[in-house]
């Protein structure tokens, strides 16, 4: 029968072990070029395949790619996140960790700035590829569709970490896709308007993160400047996500039995 080392007994957060964790994240990842090209060319690739999809017709590309300019970085970044995580887990490196002076909180908060770092340059090859290269014509601010596109992969960040907590395998994580993404892939207003929906889905769909990151897309897209509206769907999707973040390190187990 196999014995569990007690969890050493942890301090309040820390700085140091938050970002000591992150560093150890970014290691991992540098020794992994496929995950590296899923999270970074990706999302760029899907993009370029849109816009070309749409050759004939580039005023359609203008009216959907900003809203997946910020859905592909979070679909990214959630199956990224949730496998890199159930790896840590039921390799028994997350049990190791948990051992030692390192509270949930920290290591939450190091996976979210090691793969928010990762966002960062995610968001901002896919945003300078839309807009530059690609010729994606927003009215608004092209920083603000960054700033976009950087929330939805933290929120995908989030998402992923939370839902590892619950799958057994790596297959088992990526079966949460359906479940958790593709409702709010469906339900956020880029097939049909959200108020042209039945009722009941548009109040469903008045509760789902992503759903705001695409309103807050159009908003860049048909307005020059900074609107209330705007700043509205922001927040509440740097909302959703620090809370799914605050869920997961209280779900956050040691192992996978």
Same mark, same amino acid.
């Given at each position: 029968m196999s014995t569990t080392t007690p969890a050493a007994p942890t301090a309040a957060f820390s700085t140091a072990r938050t970002?000591? %964790?992150?560093?150890?994240?970014?290691?991992? *990842?540098?020794?992994?070029?496929?995950?590296?090209?899923? &999270?970074?060319?990706?999302?760029?690739? &899907?993009?370029?395949?849109?816009?070309?999809?749409? @050759?004939?017709?580039?005023? %359609?590309?203008?009216?959907?790619? =900003?809203?997946? *300019?910020?859905?592909?970085?979070?679909?990214? &970044?959630?199956?990224? %996140?949730?496998?890199?995580?159930?790896?840590?887990?039921?390799?028994?490196?997350?049990?190791r960790l948990l051992a030692m002076p390192l509270?949930?909180?920290?290591?939450? =908060?190091?996976? =979210?700035?090691?793969?928010?770092?990762? /966002?960062?340059?995610?968001?901002?090859? /896919?945003?300078?590829?839309?807009?530059?290269?690609?010729?994606? @014509?927003? %009215?608004?601010?092209?920083w603000l569709l960054l700033l976009v596109a950087l929330l939805d992969a933290l929120l995908g960040t989030a998402l992923g970490l939370f839902v590892s907590a619950f799958a057994a395998s790596e297959f088992q994580a990526v079966q949460f896709m359906p479940a958790v993404i593709f409702p709010q892939l469906l339900l956020c207003g880029l097939f049909t308007p959200r108020a042209d929906m039945h009722p009941l889905l548009e109040a469903v769909s008045d509760v789902l993160p992503m759903s705001y990151a695409v309103d807050g897309m159009n908003e860049v897209l048909h307005h020059t400047d900074l609107t209330s509206a705007f700043v509205r769907d922001v927040l509440i999707v740097a909302g959703c996500a620090l809370l799914v973040l605050a869920l997961g390190a209280a779900t956050l187990r040691r192992r996978t039995d």
């Open positions: 970002t000591a %964790t992150a560093a150890r994240v970014l290691r991992q *990842l540098r020794h992994d070029p496929r995950t590296i090209a899923l &999270m970074l060319l990706v999302p760029c690739l &899907m993009l370029v395949l849109l816009r070309y999809v749409f @050759d004939a017709s580039p005023r %359609t590309f203008d009216n959907i790619g =900003a809203s997946l *300019l910020g859905i592909f970085p979070l679909i990214t &970044m959630f199956l990224v %996140t949730s496998i890199a995580t159930l790896r840590e887990r039921t390799s028994g490196t997350l049990e509270g949930k909180a920290d290591l939450i =908060a190091g996976y =979210a700035l090691a793969f928010g770092t990762v /966002a960062v340059v995610q968001s901002a090859l /896919a945003t300078g590829l839309a807009v530059w290269l690609l010729g994606l @014509d927003v %009215t608004g601010s092209p």
